[in-house]
């Protein structure tokens, strides 16, 4: 296995146990980028309300970069505008820079219910009540053993879905291209 190779399942890995969620916009100009071409496999649904309206659309990573120490994503951000009323008002296409942010997150190892027990066994006598025993895994970045759980849950569950596995993995290899 190659480095390259190493590097990838390594990124798939961590987006498949870390999750990754965008919250706020950034700075906006008129039109989209053409240096480097969205990745539809991650697009993020985006909604907003206010007073006089909302907003109801997608923002399509097409590559990650730094800025003062923050990550942020870079993409196309589209969708429409409506009224208080819900009548659409207008759409908007612009490329946007979002801040990259994990949400903890977690999922269920293990959920195992014993009955009561009792056990005679040559004059001692073990009476047990009911056990429950609920194993959690947490998602969240230090969190090595719960990332690695999840992720493996996950890949026993069919999740994730919208293109399964393959398209998440042709789309991690694009954006590691564009490195």
Do not use: E, W, Y
């Given at each position: ?21 965008f919250a706020g916009a950034g700075p906006a ?10 990745v539809a496999a991650l697009a993020t649904p ?69 009955g009561p027990l009792h056990l005679d066994l ?58």
């Open positions: 296995m190659t480095h390259r190779q190493r590097i990838t399942m390594i990124v798939v890995t961590l987006i498949a146990a870390l999750g990754l969620g100009s008129a039109a989209p980028s053409a240096a480097a071409p969205p985006i909604t907003g309300t206010a007073d006089n309206g909302s907003f109801a659309g997608t923002f399509t990573p097409s590559k990650f970069v730094t800025q003062d120490g923050n990550l942020l994503a870079t993409g196309v951000l589209t969708g429409t505008v409506s009224d208080s009323s819900g009548a659409p008002v207008g759409t908007v296409t612009r490329d946007v820079s979002m801040p990259v942010t994990i949400a903890a997150v977690t999922c269920q190892v293990l959920n195992l219910v014993l040559l004059g001692l006598v073990v009476d047990l009540n009911q056990v429950h025993l609920v194993i959690t895994a947490v998602q969240a970045a230090g969190n090595l053993l719960g990332n690695l759980l999840c992720a493996i849950t996950h890949l026993l569950d069919g999740t994730p879905t919208a293109g399964g596995l393959a398209a998440l993995l042709n789309a991690i290899l694009a954006l590691l291209g564009q490195l």
